[in-house]
Nanobody
């Protein structure tokens, strides 16, 4: 089992940057597939970015590719989401997620068993 805690959210102007962090408990962080999801008011939770335990080929939603970068530091039990060129439509609560299944559908929230409490990102125009 793993516990997740996000940090780094806040209010930023359009075009600005934020870096989200997701700190994980436990000694087997390196074996987890990790993901970032977001949920705006009145909308379903959607995939943002994901990275497998093999760390060989991160995946991104089309809406953030080229602007966001996901990474992980297994020595620090932490995952990051660097968000650049932020847009008002990026405004949402951002959640980190983890799962230790042998194969995880990165793009589906239902594939992840463990979730953080979320951090608010607000981008003003």
């Amino acid at each position: 089992q793993v516990q997740l805690e996000e940090s780094g959210g806040g209010l930023v102007q359009a075009g600005g940057s934020l870096r989200l962090s997701c700190a994980a408990s436990g000694r087997t962080f390196s074996s987890y597939t990790m993901g970032w999801f977001r949920q705006a008011p009145g909308k379903e939770r959607e995939f943002v970015a994901g990275i497998r335990n093999t760390d060989d080929n991160p995946s991104y939603a089309d809406s953030v590719r080229g602007r966001f970068t996901i990474s992980r530091d297994n020595a620090k039990n932490t995952m990051y989401l660097q968000m650049n060129s932020l847009k008002p439509e990026d405004t949402a609560v951002y959640y980190c997620a983890a799962d230790d299944a042998r194969w995880v559908n990165l793009f589906s929230p239902r594939a992840f068993d463990y979730w953080g409490q979320g951090t608010q990102v607000t981008v003003s125009s």
